[in-house]
């Protein structure tokens, strides 16, 4: 059968939409799902610890404060375990930098915000192609808790108890007095490495990522209710955030903390596709959900021989909320 004439003109012919045609615009805000999102942790080197302070009396298992009196002793001092006392002695352990190399991964999934503005600028038939900008905003906290095998090195200080009888293991002192005194300087000091020791802790991205997308968009009318939306195009990210570790550093029986914060922000660059389904409540008022895939670039966050590496090459968005076409 022959289509009647002017049949294929109409169906192919593209208008131009005007401003007094209805449902130009649109404004759509909701929900957002961040999945097949992970982070590679790396922690490779030699690392100092910072909150060591021998040379001020303070040592992984206790302290012995200097008094400063013509005898060199002190009632300034108190320890942890019953390891440290030899006969008249009293050992100190004062932990320095530990070297290990160590990566693992971890993913989760993640809620957010996302929100989009666009507008049509020619019809065809049942469809309507036009523009769209959108921006996401997205928490992400991801951590590892993987337990690092590290080569430890550590200063070893002996003071002379002077024959005391040595309180019970876990004594606190008295800075005050009323408790025997030791002397205050070590009869020696030794350095030792430690080659099985273990870094037990965390690790983590504590991060907040912001995406903006423009690019062409197709809306077609299912029916009098029900819409579809298809868009693609470019799309940039903002990562910024921090890199957070909080270590136990274990060695001969002693432990140390270990803490910090590293802040950082990067920039990565990729594209986006996605779908929206709408569901046409009232006038100006819709619902939808839609799926959008947007592969970015990986993010870096750390120094110093740390890294948190965030891979977003993957990243897949479930959306949900409501759109306003006016």
Do not use: C
């Amino acid at each position: 059968m022959q289509a009647p004439p002017g049949a294929w003109d109409r169906f192919w012919k593209i208008e131009k939409v005007s401003d007094e045609d209805e449902w130009t615009r649109h404004f759509r805000i909701g929900a957002i799902v961040g999945l097949n999102i992970s982070a590679n942790f790396t922690t490779k080197g030699k690392f100092n610890i910072p909150g060591n302070n021998a040379a001020n009396g303070n040592y992984d298992d206790g302290y012995v404060h200097p008094s400063g009196n013509a005898f060199g002793t002190t009632t300034d001092w108190g320890y942890d375990n019953a390891s440290q006392v030899n006969g008249s002695t009293l050992t100190m352990h004062s932990t320095t930098s530990y070297t290990t190399s160590s990566s693992g991964e971890e993913r989760s999934e993640f809620p957010g915000f996302d929100m989009a503005y666009g507008g049509n600028l020619w019809a065809w038939g049942k469809a309507r192609i036009g523009w769209e900008f959108g921006f996401g905003l997205l928490p992400i906290s991801i951590t590892d808790s993987s337990p690092m095998t590290a080569s430890v090195n550590q200063n070893i200080y002996t003071f002379n108890t002077g024959g005391i009888v040595m309180p019970p293991p876990g004594y606190p002192g008295n800075p005050g007095g009323g408790q025997p005194a030791i002397y205050s300087n070590p009869t020696s000091t030794n350095s030792v490495n430690i080659p099985n020791g273990t870094v037990n802790g965390s690790r983590k991205l504590d991060v907040m990522l912001y995406t903006f997308r423009l690019g062409p968009s197709v809306y077609w009318d299912l029916n009098e209710n029900l819409g579809l939306t298809a868009g693609a195009g470019p799309a940039l990210g903002v990562v910024s955030g921090s890199y957070k570790y909080n270590e136990t550093v274990t060695a001969n029986g002693v432990s140390v903390k270990n803490s910090g914060e590293i802040d950082a922000t990067d920039v990565v660059y990729g594209g986006y596709v996605n779908a929206i389904l709408t569901y046409h409540v009232e006038d100006h008022g819709d619902l939808y959900v839609g799926v959008q895939y947007m592969p970015l670039g990986n993010a870096t966050i750390g120094g110093g021989g740390r890294e948190g590496r965030l891979n977003l090459d993957g990243q897949v968005y479930i959306t949900a909320g409501i759109n306003w076409p006016f």
